[in-house]
């Protein structure tokens, strides 16, 4: 076990986030360098990624060196420490190419006992979400409760879509299932920001395909330390739903539709 504490490890994925985030909005005023595809011809990744990304395991390396790091750019490594890293340096990268003022950087930090703090940083609103285990979430400083919804006909719920466009069909098809049992759909374009907007009661509930760690981890922290709960559903198809996430009056009934949702896609 590591002697790191929860309040030290938010205030260095807080430094983290920040600086990487500062870098990402000078790196946006100048035109988009090194543009390539990744998943798909869709699933794009700039010279910006890549730079916020060394940022950050820069700084954490340095403090850090023992830890593990996974990174969705792909720098990682093993640690001896028990302290794990999870990082992504601009979540919504095609919303930052395309000027869309909605993207973030996150980072989840976890030991044996699992995450142990975890930061959403939107640099395009200066909002900071955080939270540490046991100690609640915040933004910029005010604590976080998610919404007491408890009519799923009236509830406003996030998702996102896959790069894939066969996946893409298959997630309309659900799409078009759920529609008429909530209050309306959202999808923005940056899920560690849909999960923290759960967590700050702008959405009741969220649900999305999003498997890598460094997607979710540190959002769906958020939800669970502002009280609400998130559910890890094994994918039959990698278009299913695999993170569910909501006010605690809602959830089981989200679980229940997307699994109607699915069934026989």
């Not at 849909?194 to 959002?219: H, I, N, Q, T």
């Not at 089981?252 to 949702?261: K, M």
Request: charged fraction near 25%; aromatic fraction near 6%; include cysteine.
């Amino acid at each position: 076990m590591t002697d790191l504490s929860a309040s030290a490890a938010l205030a260095l994925a807080t430094e983290a986030a920040r600086e990487a985030g500062a870098l990402l909005l000078e790196l946006g005023r100048s035109p988009a360098t090194g543009i390539r595809s990744k998943s798909s011809a869709t699933d794009l990744v700039s010279e910006a990624d890549e730079r916020a990304e060394r940022a950050i395991v820069t700084m954490i390396r340095k403090r850090r060196p023992d830890d593990a790091l996974i990174a969705e750019e792909g720098s990682s490594a093993q640690g001896s420490s028990g302290v794990s890293w999870y990082v992504d340096p601009l979540d919504g990268t095609i919303n930052y190419l395309y000027g869309i003022p909605h993207w973030s950087v996150s980072i989840c930090c976890a030991d044996a006992a699992g995450p142990l703090a975890g930061v959403v940083f939107d640099p395009s609103r200066n909002e900071l979400f955080s939270a540490s285990r046991g100690a609640g979430a915040e933004l910029n400083g005010r604590r976080l409760v998610v919404t007491d919804k408890r009519d799923l006909a009236s509830a406003l719920v996030a998702t996102g879509f896959g790069y894939v466009a066969a996946q893409r069909v298959t997630q309309g098809r659900i799409i078009a299932r759920v529609l008429g049992d909530v209050r309306d759909i959202r999808r923005f374009g940056s899920a560690a920001l849909d999960l923290s907007w759960v967590a700050a009661s702008r959405f009741d509930g969220y649900f999305e395909s999003v498997e890598k760690p460094w997607d979710w981890m540190a959002g769906a922290m958020l939800v669970r330390e502002a009280g609400g709960r998130v559910t890890e559903v094994d994918q039959k198809d990698p278009a299913f739903p695999h993170i569910i996430a909501s006010g605690p009056g809602i959830h089981d009934d989200l679980i229940s539709l997307l699994a109607r949702a699915t069934d026989g896609l």
